[in-house]
Every structure is written in structure tokens, then in C-alpha cells.
């Protein structure tokens, strides 16, 4: 029998932790395959040599464990539900105010425009792979809903606003893109004994309205413009239980009342995930 080192019993032992959660996880699986995919395939690249290729397959291990587990770190660097697949309803739904933002054709974007509708605000920004994957899963989920009812908003305020122009096009069509205004503070940050711990979005009477404590965050306004519900970490949109979920908010069915396909859990956007890093250009070792 083979004599393990420490460091390879300890990526066994993580392995083995994982192996009971991941089964019912398979948007974390692919994650995690997918994470390793680009360590691997950087190795030449990156002039990895074994230990360190080693180290890192067990950090991204780690991290994951964390994921799955939810262990906290009291930082922002962490979601501590990803792949949700269900949405947190909040008892007291309250008003944002308005929030104006810039869109990448330069109109200025406005929560006031789109009273009436259910709106999702999907925060996000440029380093965050689980927030290309979201915005995947998002693409399949706004086909099932009449597009009249529900507008769905991908807020990037930490990035230059050039960088969102040039890079957020491709997702137009399903989705509306926005920046921070130029000249305005969008958002604050609540930092605790000197150590970031994430973000407050203020509106445009200087409040702060939605907490940010990882990203991808999400959250959902009614028709009548109240924050009813939100997740922190990547959602899975495909669930049968958020179309539940949502069609509530919008006090309609899903269109044609179609329910999800049981064996449709896994969705087409998770299959593109499996040829990383071709199909979504995305490296986590920036």
C-alpha cells in the first residue's frame, strides 16, 4: 500500500468530504471540475511545477469545502450558498428609493422605469467566474417568463465603466447591463475592524439599500417596487422552486404553463460548462 504524504492525505480527505455533498450539487461538481480544468491546462502556462499544481488543486478543494460546507470566513471573498436553488424571502419587504445607473448605450438606467414589473438585480463584477456561469442560467430562465413582466438588471459598480461597455454586450438579450453613474458614489464599504466585509449599494437619496456581501448577489423587487426576496452566492434560476418562486411575485404562471423538466435540472448552460476554458473565456488564475 502506497505511503501517502501528508498533503496527499489531506487532498483525500477533502475529497472525501466533498463526496456526499457534490452528489446532490452538480452545478458545484462541474465548478470544481472546471476550476482544476484551467489549473491543469495553465500548468505549461503558468510554469507550475508539481507541488505547486498540487497546492493549488487543494486550495480550489478548499474553497469549495468551504462553499459546500458554509463554513464562514467573515469575508467578502466568499458566497456562502452558491447554486442556490432556492431564493431568501424577506418577512418585511421595504422600498430602495430610486437608483439610477448608466447603461453601456449611454441611457441612464432608472428602477422607477420599470415599476409594474418584477425586477432582478444581479450584482456582479469582472473577477467573478460563478458570475459568467450565472448569467448562463439566467439566459435560460428569462425564456420561461413573458419578458413584459420581468426585467432583469446585471449591475456592475466596482468596474470601469468602459470595461462593462465593452465586455456586456454579449448578454443583451437577455438582460439589461448597468454601470455606475460617472460622478456618482454607487456604493460604500462596510469594512469591520479595518477588514472588508463587503458592500452597501446607496440610492439616489444617499441610503443604503441592498447589502453586497459576495458575488454574485441578487435581489428581486415586486410589481409595487418592494425588495420581497434575495440570495447571496450563484442561483441556480433553473430550479423548479425559484419559477415557483417568482410566478408568486408576478401572480402568473410560468409561461404556457410549462413546469420544469425534472431531468432539465441540470440545463444545457451547466453541458457548456464541461469544455471550459474554450466555450466561456473565464481564468481564475489572473
Known amino acids: 500500500m502506497e ?33 482544476i480544468h484551467i489549473i491543469v491546462m495553465s500548468r505549461r502556462r503558468m510554469k507550475l511545477s508539481n507541488r505547486n499544481l498540487f497546492a493549488s488543486i487543494v486550495g480550489k478543494l478548499v474553497v469549495l469545502s468551504i462553499v459546500v460546507l458554509g463554513i464562514g470566513l467573515g469575508s467578502s471573498a466568499f458566497a456562502t450558498s452558491a447554486g442556490g436553488d432556492r431564493l431568501d424571502i424577506f418577512g418585511v419587504p421595504t422600498t430602495p428609493g430610486d437608483i439610477r445607473l448608466a447603461g453601456i448605450d449611454g441611457k441612464m438606467i432608472s428602477l422607477s422605469d420599470y415599476a409594474g414589473k418584477v425586477v432582478i438585480l ?30 432583469i438588471i446585471g449591475v456592475d459598480l466596482w468596474d470601469d465603466p468602459s470595461w462593462i461597455r465593452n465586455n456586456g454586450s454579449k448578454y443583451l438579450s437577455h438582460m ?39 458575488f454574485p448577489s441578487t435581489y428581486v423587487l415586486d410589481r409595487q417596487g418592494k425588495v420581497v426576496a434575495g440570495h447571496t452566492g450563484m442561483v441556480n434560476w433553473m430550479s423548479q422552486s425559484i419559477h415557483d418562486t417568482m410566478s408568486s411575485f408576478l401572480k402568473t404562471d410560468v409561461v404556457n404553463n410549462n413546469k420544469i423538466d425534472p431531468t432539465d435540472e441540470g440545463i444545457g448552460w451547466l453541458n457548456k460548462l464541461m469544455s471550459f476554458p474554450r466555450q466561456i473565456n473565464v481564468s481564475l488564475l489572473k
Open 3 to 35: 505511503n501517502l504524504t501528508p498533503q496527499k492525505s489531506s487532498l483525500l480527505n477533502q475529497c472525501n468530504i466533498l463526496k456526499k455533498s457534490l452528489i446532490q450539487k452538480p452545478v458545484l461538481t462541474k465548478l470544481l471540475y472546471s476550476d
Open 122 to 151: 444581479n450584482f456582479w463584477k469582472k473577477d467573478c467566474p460563478y458570475c459568467v456561469v450565472e448569467k448562463e442560467s439566467l439566459k435560460e430562465f428569462v425564456r420561461k417568463f413573458n419578458p413584459s413582466d420581468v426585467k
Open 176 to 214: 439589461l447591463i448597468a454601470s455606475r453613474m460617472p460622478g456618482k458614489k454607487a456604493f460604500v464599504e462596510n469594512v469591520v475592524r479595518g477588514r472588508l466585509m463587503g458592500y452597501y449599494v446607496i440610492n439616489e437619496a444617499n441610503e443604503a439599500v441592498f447589502e453586497i456581501k459576495a
